[in-house]
């Protein structure tokens, strides 16, 4: 909780800050990465840094937490932190990083704002970025943790990322490749909840060890499974390229220990998975989990597509809902091949599918279609709380319902 003197200094400068932070953001990480040129190389993803997605999902993060403070001080954005900390886990994040982005942080901010900057200002905002930051390293440091990946010396995130062999691969789609892996130091595969993802670190061609997160899209006895799509563009489509181009049977890659808030709950009331494009992938790992498990729960599967070829796991999808003893599934294409329903052809509608009371939503996809199935699952009486979504890349939705 903020301190009343700061509460009201971060309230009266609030519209000031927020309306500069999208300057801000980019000019802390070009200080940033001048002063530390290997987090780019070596951290973050450098196709979001082009891009502008990370710096503006960061500027709208501090201004939601900065809101929460003063809007509503009796309460903690925990959604937005816990989304936020695990991809830290993913990442391998330390505690001592926080200071290192507090210096070229503050740095940006005096140098975009100038004289308003007062040693008043400067210290509540400071108070605003570390009751953020020590909200974060304390998540963190329950999620390594839990996660067994503290190093032996009890360094948070020292033991995140693990050697894993290819075992083998198999193309989904044109487009989607899986990958099945196996840890290579003998240890057990760590444990899951369907729904999670891994980061991937791969070295490029430059030198550069970029990391990416995949979802992991089944649950086979022996390995882990993850699925990547060929992402076009440069450098966007660097680390999806090389693993489909240059990853094969027998290489080595280094994974983390599995991460992300978004995961199925072991509930028994009816739950509804809706995915778009690539967004399939963590839920066919939460319908592969239904069904192994022997799910009596009423499932929904919504999906859309472009078409039948570019549907990965579309024949996943079938025989699962097939092994379910109450479950369904809807599909929409934009371009179907051959004959197929005029009323399932162009973007998914979940108006039109009936969801049953008490239902838990899970959807994963393009942050339109998120919106658009958020709301409209909202509209048909499921609860605001009840919505879960992950969305691939920066989340430019931080903050929203926090």
């Not at 939460?286 to 599967?301: D, E, F, K, N």
Request: glycine content about 8%.
């Amino acid at each position: 909780m903020l301190s009343p003197k700061s509460t009201d200094i971060v309230r009266a400068t609030l519209p000031a800050v927020g309306g500069a932070i999208g300057e801000i953001a980019p000019l802390f990480y070009d200080k940033l990465f001048a002063a530390h040129p290997a987090l780019l190389r070596d951290l973050f993803n450098r196709g979001n840094q082009a891009s502008g997605t990370q710096q503006q999902a960061l500027a709208g993060a501090i201004a939601a937490f900065a809101t929460a403070l003063v809007e509503h001080p009796e309460t903690r954005p925990d959604a937005m932190l816990s989304r936020i900390a695990h991809k830290h886990v993913s990442l391998g994040i330390r505690p001592e990083q926080y200071q290192v982005v507090r210096l070229h942080l503050f740095e940006a901010i005096a140098e975009v704002l100038g004289d308003a900057v007062t040693e008043e200002v400067a210290a509540a905002w400071d108070e605003v970025y570390w009751l953020m930051a020590n909200a974060l390293i304390a998540l963190e440091a329950r999620l390594y943790e839990q996660a067994g990946t503290d190093g032996a010396d009890g360094t948070a995130g020292a033991g995140v990322f693990r050697p894993y062999g290819v075992v083998s691969r198999l193309a989904e789609t044109a487009e989607v490749t899986t990958f099945f892996v196996r840890p290579l130091d003998g240890g057990p595969l760590p444990a899951f909840r369907p729904g999670q993802y891994v980061s991937v670190q791969v070295e490029l061609a430059d030198g550069a060890r970029q990391i990416r997160q995949y979802s992991l899209s089944g649950r086979p006895d022996d390995a882990l499974q993850f699925s990547v799509k060929r992402v076009t563009g440069e450098p966007d489509g660097e680390v999806s390229h090389h693993l489909h181009d240059r990853v094969a049977a027998g290489d080595t890659l280094m994974i983390s220990a599995p991460a992300g808030d978004v995961a199925l709950d072991e509930g028994d009331g009816p739950v509804l998975l809706a995915s778009a494009g690539i967004g399939c992938t963590p839920m066919t790992g939460m319908l592969a989990h239904l069904a192994a498990t022997g799910s009596q729960r009423r499932v929904i599967s919504v999906h859309a597509d472009r078409s039948q070829a570019t549907h990965a796991f579309r024949a996943d999808l079938l025989q699962l809902t097939e092994k379910l003893p109450d479950a369904v599934a809807h599909i929409w294409y934009e371009e179907p091949e051959g004959d197929w329903p005029a009323d399932r052809t162009g973007y998914a509608d979940l108006s039109r599918i009936e969801v049953p009371a008490g239902t838990t939503a899970y959807l994963c996809g393009p942050l339109p279609f998120l919106r658009s199935a958020r709301a409209q699952l909202l509209a048909a009486g499921v609860r605001a709380a009840a919505v879960h979504y992950e969305v691939f890349g920066p989340d430019m939705w931080l903050g929203a319902d926090a």
